[in-house]
């Protein structure tokens, strides 16, 4: 006998009751951190509804307080929206949040969860990191590709320059300058298989920035079965498997034939990982495990960059006396060069206070990366129940009042005024890549990647919105892990210094 469509949808209420029910009887019984009321079967989800989650959070918090218990369907979440509260996750008790709870983009674009960004913290973690921190993403490493960002800057600036007068889109022009420097630095001069790369990658970023309903209720079969995000994540991650097997081939191909005039080549990451495969680890550093430390460097190190840049650029266009003291200082500093020169970035104070100014108002990611309580433990005196979902709003900490003076104006002289205040972690008032054992490995990779293509733009143009344009730029942000402009920055260049042939 088949089975009629209202019986399906009977069983489903049926068991969605039975889920609710379980939960509610749970969480009754413990001292959990106050949040706004629950519904039957969806718990929070509505109060994320409309705004940007990062904004609706935010909201929340300040009625409920900055530690704050949510009910995404199935699943129990803590939002963390202070400095105090988020020193108690990442710092007192950061051993117990070090691992991330399972996220679906990441358990099929990662391998199952077995790269840096996702995977469970223990000893293969702490020694794929460990590589990173000191061999790929290490300062020694990010100075060895200064020769090849530099080049990549110029070629950007050569374009723009033959573009003058005319309205660019600084935003496509920007990242894709900036993927081209990384994949080159992560992949050597494979151009076909970077390029093909791309769209994957970025199509994969945006599938894993929302909500799918299978991973809200993991309990129900069905919902998994049924999950078109989860069918087209798959389709991506085989497409990508491919290309990234095909890298790992030739480059190992490349090695057995290679001679010694080839000794002072430039190595890419891709060499670097092939090495310690070789030279042996405490762990087996498998092909599946390189193209994992591959694809979170192309990810987050094109993304995360780029859109800092592009925030930067719109903020001085908003605010022209900030972006006029930055040039005059870049162009006094260059002027004798007739370049921009990586190694004297590190004289330009007021440069590195916008880079600053753009992390504290626009972190790369507003929420930071979801942590996992290990063992049930107390934070201010409320239960964290294990497996509970950790959620710190970097962008909300960002701009607390309580450390902030004008906290939503673009302000770079207050890293002028206060020196000491970095975004290393150990501040957490300012945390735009984290703290902690799970902190970004790359914020030297990424500052560099954003300060040098800054001063380029600044140096060589000066910038103006094109004719008929609205004279207000529109800073909405839009839907995304990195809330990056809504509308892209098209902008109009003219030529102060022009850039070398």
């Given at each position: 006998?088949?089975?009629?469509?209202?019986?399906?949808?009977?069983?489903?209420?049926?068991?969605?009751?039975?889920?609710?029910?379980?939960?509610?009887?749970?969480?009754?019984?413990?001292?959990?951190?106050?949040?706004?009321?629950?519904?039957?079967?969806?718990?929070?989800?509505?109060?994320?509804?409309?705004?940007?989650?990062?904004?609706?959070?935010?909201?929340?918090?300040?009625?409920?307080?900055?530690?704050?218990?949510?009910?995404?369907?199935?699943?129990?979440?803590?939002?963390?929206?202070?400095?105090?509260?988020?020193?108690?996750?990442?710092?007192?008790?950061?051993?117990?949040?070090?691992?991330?709870?399972?996220?679906?983009?990441?358990?099929?674009?990662?391998?199952?969860?077995?790269?840096?960004?996702?995977?469970?913290?223990?000893?293969?973690?702490?020694?794929?990191?460990?590589?990173?921190?000191?061999?790929?993403?290490?300062?020694?490493?990010?100075?060895?590709?200064?020769?090849?960002?530099?080049?990549?800057?110029?070629?950007?600036?050569?374009?723009?320059?033959?573009?003058?007068?005319?309205?660019?889109?600084?935003?496509?022009?920007?990242?894709?300058?900036?993927?081209?420097?990384?994949?080159?630095?992560?992949?050597?001069?494979?151009?076909?298989?970077?390029?093909?790369?791309?769209?994957?990658?970025?199509?994969?970023?945006?599938?894993?920035?929302?909500?799918?309903?299978?991973?809200?209720?993991?309990?129900?079969?069905?919902?998994?079965?049924?999950?078109?995000?989860?069918?087209?994540?798959?389709?991506?991650?085989?497409?990508?498997?491919?290309?990234?097997?095909?890298?790992?081939?030739?480059?190992?191909?490349?090695?057995?034939?290679?001679?010694?005039?080839?000794?002072?080549?430039?190595?890419?990451?891709?060499?670097?990982?092939?090495?310690?495969?070789?030279?042996?680890?405490?762990?087996?550093?498998?092909?599946?495990?390189?193209?994992?430390?591959?694809?979170?460097?192309?990810?987050?190190?094109?993304?995360?960059?780029?859109?800092?840049?592009?925030?930067?650029?719109?903020?001085?266009?908003?605010?022209?006396?900030?972006?006029?003291?930055?040039?005059?200082?870049?162009?006094?500093?260059?002027?004798?060069?007739?370049?921009?020169?990586?190694?004297?970035?590190?004289?330009?104070?007021?440069?590195?206070?916008?880079?600053?100014?753009?992390?504290?108002?626009?972190?790369?990611?507003?929420?930071?990366?979801?942590?996992?309580?290990?063992?049930?433990?107390?934070?201010?005196?409320?239960?964290?129940?294990?497996?509970?979902?950790?959620?710190?709003?970097?962008?909300?900490?960002?701009?607390?009042?309580?450390?902030?003076?004008?906290?939503?104006?673009?302000?770079?002289?207050?890293?002028?005024?206060?020196?000491?205040?970095?975004?290393?972690?150990?501040?957490f008032e300012y945390i735009p890549f984290g703290a902690g054992r799970r902190q970004c490995p790359g914020i030297?990779?990424?500052?560099?990647?954003?300060?040098?293509?800054?001063?380029?733009?600044?140096?060589?143009?000066?910038?103006?919105?094109?004719?008929?344009?609205?004279?207000?730029?529109?800073?909405?942000?839009?839907?995304?892990?990195?809330?990056?402009?809504?509308?892209?920055?098209?902008?109009?260049?003219?030529?102060?210094?022009?850039?070398?042939?």
């Amino acid at each position: 006998m088949d089975i009629q469509f209202p019986s399906l949808v009977s069983l489903f209420l049926f068991f969605s009751t039975l889920i609710f029910f379980k939960f509610k009887s749970k969480n009754s019984t413990r001292n959990l951190p106050p949040g706004p009321w629950k519904l039957p079967l969806i718990g929070n989800l509505h109060n994320l509804m409309g705004a940007l989650p990062h904004r609706a959070l935010h909201q929340l918090a300040l009625k409920h307080g900055p530690l704050m218990h949510l009910q995404l369907g199935e699943l129990s979440a803590v939002i963390v929206s202070s400095p105090e509260t988020a020193k108690e996750v990442m710092k007192t008790h950061d051993l117990n949040f070090a691992s991330r709870p399972p996220i679906l983009a990441a358990e099929i674009m990662g391998y199952g969860c077995t790269n840096i960004t996702f995977g469970p913290y223990g000893d293969h973690w702490r020694q794929l990191r460990k590589i990173c921190t000191l061999e790929l993403l290490s300062v020694k490493r990010v100075k060895s590709f200064r020769a090849l960002r530099e080049q990549v800057c110029s070629d950007l600036a050569r374009w723009i320059a033959s573009m003058e007068g005319t309205a660019v889109n600084l935003t496509e022009k920007v990242y894709a300058s900036t993927y081209a420097f990384t994949a080159t630095a992560a992949l050597g001069k494979m151009r076909k298989e970077r390029e093909d790369l791309l769209p994957l990658i970025k199509e994969s970023i945006g599938l894993g920035a929302g909500f799918d309903i299978a991973e809200l209720y993991p309990s129900i079969t069905l919902f998994r079965m049924m999950s078109r995000v989860r069918r087209r994540l798959s389709e991506l991650h085989e497409e990508a498997d491919k290309i990234f097997q095909k890298i790992i081939d030739d480059h190992k191909v490349a090695d057995s034939v290679k001679n010694g005039d080839e000794s002072d080549k430039q190595e890419d990451l891709v060499d670097v990982l092939l090495k310690f495969q070789d030279d042996g680890l405490d762990i087996s550093l498998t092909d599946n495990n390189i193209k994992t430390v591959i694809l979170d460097v192309l990810a987050a190190g094109s993304e995360t960059s780029s859109t800092t840049v592009d925030w930067a650029m719109a903020e001085m266009l908003k605010n022209p006396g900030i972006m006029k003291r930055a040039q005059d200082e870049v162009r006094h500093l260059f002027d004798e060069k007739g370049h921009v020169d990586e190694s004297l970035i590190h004289e330009l104070p007021y440069l590195k206070s916008v880079v600053k100014e753009t992390l504290r108002m626009h972190p790369p990611l507003p929420l930071l990366l979801p942590r996992k309580c290990g063992d049930t433990c107390q934070i201010n005196g409320y239960e964290i129940a294990e497996n509970t979902k950790i959620i710190v709003n970097a962008w909300a900490i960002n701009r607390d009042p309580k450390y902030w003076k004008d906290g939503e104006c673009f302000q770079p002289q207050r890293f002028i005024d206060d020196e000491v205040v970095d975004y290393k972690g150990s501040h957490f008032e300012y945390i735009p890549f984290g703290a902690g054992r799970r902190q970004c490995p790359g914020i030297s990779f990424g500052i560099a990647n954003v300060e040098l293509p800054l001063a380029m733009l600044l140096y060589h143009f000066d910038w103006s919105l094109p004719a008929g344009e609205k004279t207000t730029l529109d800073m909405e942000e839009g839907w995304g892990v990195t809330a990056a402009r809504i509308q892209d920055l098209c902008v109009v260049p003219l030529i102060i210094t022009r850039p070398l042939p």
